[in-house]
């Protein structure tokens, strides 16, 4: 239970992200559209150290992060009027452990579903029994959810739970 939370849970997010990073860029070259990344690939790991080393992926076209590097725009996801700075279809987006900082999910999904025309890849937020009932709050308190991964080519439900082992989400996408 500690191993997964604190070990093969991260470990494993780091290299579907990396993955996911690859096929999104692909993905959006084919798509002929520009690549939104959420999440600044710089920084925001547990250890801030490790991202800036060894950093999970590249940043996107844009990339939005609330307290990202110079390169990236810093916006809160959950501030619906931002996302007006971006018009419909206009991006591939992916996202990496940010949707987690959602106050309310279905807002910042219904934009995230509006920005990418249906193109939205996700490599899911932490997992672990440990993590999910405790320990996400030595990450962060505005940290609400985990969310699982996600890609618009295969799935047609964005899922996740609210953390403290809360109600799961479920979400059309
Ligand atoms: C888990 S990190 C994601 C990037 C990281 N390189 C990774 O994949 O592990 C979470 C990021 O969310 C950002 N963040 C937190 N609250 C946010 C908000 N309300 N809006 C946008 N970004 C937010 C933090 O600055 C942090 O960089």
Not at 63 to 77: A, K, P, S, V
Not at 141 to 164: I, Q
Request: glycine share 8%; aromatic share 12%.
């Amino acid at each position: 239970m500690v191993l997964r939370s604190i070990l093969i849970s991260p470990v494993a997010r780091y290299f579907r992200t990396k993955r996911m990073f690859f096929e999104a860029s692909e993905y959006a070259k084919q798509k002929e559209k520009p690549l939104m990344m959420i999440g600044d690939p710089c920084s925001g790991n547990y250890f801030h150290f490790m991202s800036s080393m060894f950093p999970n992926s590249e940043h996107g076209d844009v990339t939005i992060d609330l307290y990202g590097c110079q390169e990236c725009n810093r916006m809160d996801i959950n501030d619906i009027d931002s996302w007006k700075l971006f018009d419909d279809d206009s991006f591939v987006v992916m996202e990496t452990g940010v949707l987690g900082f959602s106050e309310d999910i279905e807002r910042v999904i219904t934009q995230i579903k509006r920005v990418s025309g249906g193109d939205f890849l996700s490599a899911g937020g932490n997992k672990g029994l440990l993590w999910e009932m405790l320990l996400y709050k030595t990450y962060s308190k505005k940290l609400n959810y985990t969310m699982n991964p996600f890609d618009s080519r295969k799935h047609r439900h964005y899922t996740g739970r609210k953390l403290g082992r809360k109600e799961k989400v479920k979400l059309e996408f």
